[in-house]
């Protein structure tokens, strides 16, 4: 396995604050889709533009859906075809499209 690259401290510190805030950002468009100001259609078609979102895993967004826990993310996951490794970025066309069906039935 190849080392990590080598930083200067100011370098780290950097990474470290960008990556924090990143996770921030993502942990508020969890809370935001939990309350139903942001819908899954939404999120999916953002997921091309901003890298943020496009780097969101599905299961962790479908399990913040409302009504949706682990069990149910992942089973749909399972029924579509996604693997649980998958990104927002990754889905297709009819991945994302089944995923709207899947949950707006639930």
Not at 58 to 78: D, H, I, N, T, Y
Request: no cysteine.
């Amino acid at each position: 396995m190849p080392l990590p690259p080598t930083l200067t401290p100011d370098q780290r510190k950097a990474a470290l604050e960008k990556a924090a805030q990143a996770r921030r950002e993502r942990a508020q468009i969890k809370e935001q889709l939990k309350s139903g100001s942001i819908a899954l259609p939404d999120l999916l078609s953002r997921a091309g533009s901003d890298e943020l979102v496009g780097k969101m895993k599905v299961v962790s967004v479908l399990e913040s859906l409302p009504g949706l826990g682990k069990v149910k993310a992942r089973r749909l996951m399972e029924q579509i075809g996604i693997s649980e490794t998958r990104r927002l970025q990754g889905l297709g066309t009819n991945q994302r499209e089944a995923l709207i069906k899947g949950t707006s039935r639930s």
